[in-house]
């Protein structure tokens, strides 16, 4: 990698991404770009997000600014912006026939994927790439356009095609699982130039891989914790391009995701029970005993109540907990609360039906009852078989939730193993692998620590006391930036 660049203009850095919380989320995506470009704007970077143009988008934004029309892919787009609660200047693609639909970002109500999906995040990154070339109808022009995940991929390959001045571009892997595969029939319309396409560029056992088309063209590839970066480059993890990504080491990072740590702290939660810090962790027992009310869960508050929060997959290792439950709730009362696979919500609803009282299961997400599942467990359960970064592990220790989590990917870079169950620093229990077996050793092991009192509030204050915060991030996003911005 190059050395940075000694310029003293301010960096201006276009943030690209499907999501942004709360007013369009499936996910960790959504809470990143929420967080981080109000951080990089504390650096000093002028930070600004472009977002679909989505029905909750246009609803939050009514007083929205047209900056410019302009036709993308012979598709009609407006340019439209307005300012984010956090204070970052927003650029809206507005193009109804695309976006202002109902369902998610990327699906429908029923759960289907919206089958024009090829053209509608290629037309998000044409209109980035435009934004991010000489031809953009912004006056505000950016140093560096930073993509997230498949949605806005195509953005590098545009960029590495356009003649004259364009911005740098930056990739960000949130879970290289998802890579935007397509029939090449799919995108026929995206123009996309033909030297990208064959098996040297997007191709991908035979469809056309977005991802794989951001990973050879731009300037700068991040992902989310350092173990992560590291684990994409070997074949368990790398979902066949490892060697893309061994290919392009030297410009392959790991930045740890940070949280919101406003928004996510017990002593000034609204969404809990009672507001609760160090000095003050007795408090703690109102957010479990409102939880318990909740979820309809009977007994003792006395008795060990483990939660999940969690997209309901086998990433995520649901399947796991669902088949542990009859073991756990012989120790234990057990919260899930999210939504996702079909299947396994089926699984769970079947546990909860076998254990009256000890399951509790919320389906769907709520983002106020996540926050009270946050305080009111006294353990947060999190066997992910893969995990780029992982937040919920992070917002449960800074709310004195010790969690059990396998070692992998972010989740060893912000957990420290209470190993020999006298560790000092220890802040939660990892363990080896995704599997029963090694989740109920986990939960052995964390109710045997919380049985000693004095032991488990240290484990509960260490994992309080850890910085968290976006700050970090934004400090090595900026310097990897300054490496890769236009020299002119």
Same mark, same amino acid.
């Given at each position: 990698?190059?050395?940075?660049?000694?310029?003293?203009?301010?960096?201006?850095?276009?943030?690209?991404?499907?999501?942004?919380?709360?007013?369009?989320?499936?996910?960790?995506?959504?809470?990143?770009?929420?967080?981080?470009?109000?951080?990089?704007?504390?650096?000093?970077?002028?930070?600004?997000?472009?977002?679909?143009?989505?029905?909750?988008?246009?609803?939050?934004?009514?007083?929205?600014?047209?900056?410019?029309?302009?036709?993308?892919?012979?598709?009609?787009?407006?340019?439209?912006?307005?300012?984010?609660?956090?204070?970052?200047?927003?650029?809206?693609?507005?193009?109804?026939?695309?976006?202002?639909?109902?369902?998610?970002?990327?699906?429908?109500?029923?759960?289907?994927?919206?089958?024009?999906?090829?053209?509608?995040?290629?037309?998000?990154?044409?209109?980035? /790439?435009?934004?991010?070339?000489?031809?953009?109808?912004?006056?505000?022009?950016?140093?560096?356009?930073?993509?997230?995940?498949?949605?806005?991929?195509?953005?590098?390959?545009?960029?590495?095609?356009?003649?004259?001045?364009?911005?740098?571009?930056?990739?960000?892997? =949130?879970?290289?699982?998802?890579? *935007?595969?397509?029939?090449?029939?799919?995108?026929?319309?995206?123009?996309?130039?033909?030297?990208?396409?064959?098996?040297?560029?997007?191709?991908?056992?035979?469809?056309?891989?977005?991802?794989?088309?951001?990973?050879?063209? $731009?300037?700068?590839?991040?992902?989310?914790?350092?173990?992560?970066?590291?684990?994409?480059?070997?074949?368990?993890?790398?979902?066949?391009?490892?060697?893309?990504?061994?290919?392009?080491?030297?410009?392959?990072?790991?930045?740890?995701?940070?949280?919101?740590?406003?928004?996510?702290?017990?002593?000034?939660?609204?969404?809990?029970?009672?507001?609760?810090?160090?000095?003050?962790?007795?408090?703690?027992?109102?957010?479990?005993?409102?939880?318990?009310?909740?979820?309809?869960?009977?007994?003792?508050?006395?008795?060990?109540?483990?939660?999940?929060?969690?997209?309901?997959?086998?990433?995520?290792?649901?399947?796991?907990?669902?088949?542990?439950?009859?073991?756990?709730?012989?120790?234990?009362?057990?919260?899930?609360?999210? /939504?996702?696979?079909?299947?396994?919500?089926?699984?769970?609803?079947?546990?909860?039906?076998?254990?009256?009282?000890?399951?509790?299961?919320?389906?769907?997400?709520?983002?106020?009852?996540? =926050?009270?599942?946050?305080? *009111?467990?006294?353990?947060?359960?999190?066997?992910?078989?893969?995990?780029?970064?992982?937040?919920?592990?992070?917002?449960?220790?800074?709310?004195?939730?010790?969690?059990?989590?396998?070692?992998?990917?972010?989740?060893?870079?912000?957990?420290?193993?209470? $190993?020999?169950?006298?560790?000092?620093?220890?802040?939660?229990?990892?363990?080896?692998?995704?599997?029963?077996?090694?989740?109920?050793?986990?939960?052995?092991?964390?109710?045997?620590?919380?049985?000693?009192?004095?032991?488990?509030?240290?484990?509960?204050?260490?994992?309080?006391?850890?910085?968290?915060?976006?700050?970090?991030?934004?400090?090595?996003?900026?310097?990897?930036?300054?490496?890769?911005?236009?020299?002119?």
């Amino acid at each position: 990698m190059p050395p940075a660049h000694n310029d003293a203009r301010p960096l201006n850095v276009l943030f690209v991404t499907p999501e942004c919380a709360p007013i369009a989320k499936t996910g960790g995506l959504g809470d990143v770009s929420a967080a981080l470009p109000p951080a990089l704007r504390e650096e000093g970077i002028d930070a600004r997000v472009l977002l679909p143009g989505y029905t909750s988008v246009l609803d939050a934004f009514p007083a929205a600014r047209e900056v410019a029309a302009l036709e993308v892919l012979g598709q009609p787009v407006r340019l439209l912006e307005s300012v984010l609660a956090t204070g970052v200047p927003l650029v809206i693609v507005d193009c109804p026939h695309l976006y202002a639909r109902g369902g998610g970002p990327y699906q429908a109500d029923d759960g289907d994927d919206w089958d024009d999906n090829a053209l509608r995040f290629g037309v998000l990154a044409k209109a980035a /790439a435009i934004c991010g070339s000489e031809a953009t109808p912004l006056s505000w022009r950016p140093d560096i356009v930073h993509c997230n995940d498949w949605p806005t991929a195509l953005v590098p390959v545009y960029l590495a095609f356009t003649e004259g001045k364009r911005a740098a571009t930056m990739i960000t892997i =949130h879970n290289l699982a998802f890579q *935007g595969l397509f029939q090449f029939s799919d995108i026929r319309a995206l123009e996309i130039p033909e030297a990208a396409l064959g098996a040297d560029g997007m191709e991908f056992h035979g469809r056309a891989s977005f991802l794989k088309g951001a990973l050879l063209h $731009a300037d700068a590839i991040t992902t989310v914790s350092p173990t992560y970066a590291q684990e994409i480059q070997g074949p368990e993890l790398g979902f066949g391009l490892e060697d893309v990504l061994k290919a392009r080491r030297d410009a392959l990072f790991g930045v740890l995701n940070g949280i919101d740590t406003a928004t996510w702290n017990p002593a000034t939660d609204p969404n809990i029970a009672r507001p609760y810090g160090l000095l003050t962790l007795e408090r703690k027992m109102a957010s479990k005993r409102a939880l318990k009310k909740r979820m309809k869960l009977a007994g003792s508050d006395d008795i060990p109540l483990l939660a999940t929060v969690s997209r309901i997959t086998h990433q995520k290792g649901i399947d796991v907990i669902a088949s542990t439950l009859g073991e756990i709730t012989k120790l234990a009362q057990v919260v899930v609360v999210g /939504a996702g696979d079909r299947e396994m919500i089926e699984q769970l609803k079947a546990a909860q039906a076998r254990h009256p009282g000890r399951v509790g299961l919320s389906i769907g997400f709520d983002e106020p009852l996540a =926050h009270l599942v946050e305080a *009111g467990a006294d353990i947060f359960l999190m066997p992910s078989r893969f995990e780029p970064c992982g937040m919920n592990q992070m917002y449960s220790q800074r709310y004195g939730t010790p969690p059990i989590a396998n070692a992998t990917g972010g989740l060893v870079d912000t957990i420290v193993d209470d $190993a020999t169950g006298d560790t000092l620093d220890g802040t939660g229990f990892l363990i080896p692998e995704a599997s029963p077996d090694a989740l109920l050793e986990g939960v052995v092991r964390a109710l045997a620590a919380r049985s000693n009192p004095s032991h488990w509030k240290r484990l509960q204050t260490n994992g309080m006391t850890r910085d968290f915060g976006w700050e970090p991030a934004a400090r090595m996003y900026r310097r990897i930036y300054e490496r890769i911005r236009p020299t002119s």
